[in-house]
């Protein structure tokens, strides 16, 4: 099974909170998991990603944590900004990046003042 | 580098109408993708290549549907004849050799309206 799947669907957060995006996973085959971010009228482009060997990455406000038990992932971005404001797709691929890319189905985040 | 262009940005069309969607990737990427994305499905990938052969089209959803790469700088993705059901955005993506899943560099996308 390739499918993640990716909650909430939409997430509305107060300026300087925190925002968490869930994702879950089935194919216990999976070895890289980014995640990208899109603003609207434009194409996705990568934020941060992380493989299984570690539990958490932090790039800025920015963090993945990562539990391979469970089989999920999150992105969690702390003081959320305005600039925030965007959809985020998790994704999930095998073999170390020699497979193509499964996408979550997105989650649209609205950083409100 | 001016990063991937897409061409049209826009498409308007009528049902039963021959669409082609214009791909130029990032030049030394060797990796291009095709992608759809609907409020309904997300982000689908229909078809990628590698040094300009396609590697997997088992995204593209039927018949009416076909991409080609003639050469490194270019790709186009059809759709002949179109269907109100393809209204989409549909976004090319390249990647440097390394693998598919390395970072993907997404073009504006196109959005398609099938009247």
């Known amino acids: 099974q390739q499918q993640v799947k990716q909650s909430p669907q939409s997430l509305i957060v107060q300026k300087g909170g925190i925002s968490i995006i869930n994702c879950a996973y089935e194919n216990t085959a999976f070895d890289y998991f980014p995640w990208y971010q899109q603003f609207p009228g434009k194409g996705p482009a990568l934020l941060i990603a992380i493989r299984p060997d570690v539990s958490e990455k932090k790039e800025g406000r920015f963090t993945i944590s990562f539990n391979k038990s469970a089989k999920q992932f999150s992105l969690h971005i702390m003081d959320s900004q305005p600039g925030d404001s965007a959809t985020y797709f998790c994704a999930a691929s095998v073999n170390f990046g020699n497979e193509k890319l499964t996408f979550g189905t997105g989650t649209r985040l609205t950083i409100i003042p | 580098d001016a990063g991937v262009i897409q061409s049209p940005r826009h498409e308007v069309t009528e049902m039963g109408q021959e669409v082609t969607l214009r791909c130029k990737p990032i030049?030394?990427?060797?990796?291009l993708f095709w992608y759809r994305q609907t409020m309904m499905r997300g982000l689908e990938l229909l078809i990628y290549?590698?040094?300009?052969?396609?590697?997997?089209d088992s995204g593209m959803p039927e018949d009416r549907f076909s991409a080609k790469m003639p050469n490194a700088s270019f790709s186009t993705l059809k759709i002949q004849p179109s269907e109100p059901r393809d209204s989409a955005v549909y976004f090319c993506a390249s990647t440097l050799a390394g693998g598919p899943s390395d970072t993907q560099y997404f073009g504006p996308g196109t959005r398609l309206t099938v009247l």
């Open positions: 290549f590698n040094n300009n052969v396609p590697i997997d």
């Open positions: 030049s030394g990427h060797d990796y």
